[in-house]
């Protein structure tokens, strides 16, 4: 799927999942796949889908604060932090960090939301902070029809971004 970000007059567009794929095979680009980098191509995903459901999305400038996008829906600003999950465990199931880089749980003053992508099930996970607040990590089986996390109802849960 390709992925375009426009930039003044400019449209960039990516083939995300084939660098994903790349990066899975071993495969040498001109640009190494990071861990990083990984997280920016998650980003770029995010933000087209937003854009697609008809959000409006600002990214800010630089990477010091807690939160990756601010996210307009009528008249809200929410904060939101995006994970993304590349490979899965041998049980089915895709890990993701619930925290920062300082390894503390975050807290509703720092972000609204944090949405978790997980790659290869192209599958998204949108959380309010509240829910995720107290935890370091969160575990999904996306693909999996006999384990079932407790987090399936947050599964492409949009709708949180649409109410007051």
């Known amino acids: 799927m390709s992925t375009g970000v ?3 007059d400019l449209l960039a567009v990516a083939d995300v999942g084939a660098v994903w794929a790349n990066a899975g095979e071993g495969a040498r680009a001109t640009r190494s ?12 995903k995010f933000l087209a889908k937003a854009s697609e459901l008809g959000f409006g999305v600002a990214k800010p400038w630089g990477d010091s604060d807690a939160y990756d996008f601010i996210v307009q829906t009528g008249g809200r600003l929410w904060k939101v932090q995006v994970k993304s999950a590349h490979v899965a465990w041998k049980d089915g199931s895709y890990s993701f960090r619930a925290h920062g880089h300082s390894y503390k749980a975050y807290k509703a003053d720092e972000i609204d939301l944090l949405v978790a992508y997980v790659v290869p099930e192209n599958a998204w996970y949108v959380f309010p902070v509240r829910v995720i607040q107290r935890m370091k990590s969160l575990k999904l089986f996306p693909g999996s029809r006999k384990k079932r ?8 849960a949009w709708w949180i ?3 007051k």
């Open 149 to 156: 996390s407790r987090f399936e109802k947050y599964r492409e």
């Open 33 to 44: 796949v990071t861990g990083k980098r990984r997280g920016e191509m998650a980003e770029a």
């Open 6 to 8: 426009v930039i003044g």
């Open 161 to 163: 971004l649409r109410r």
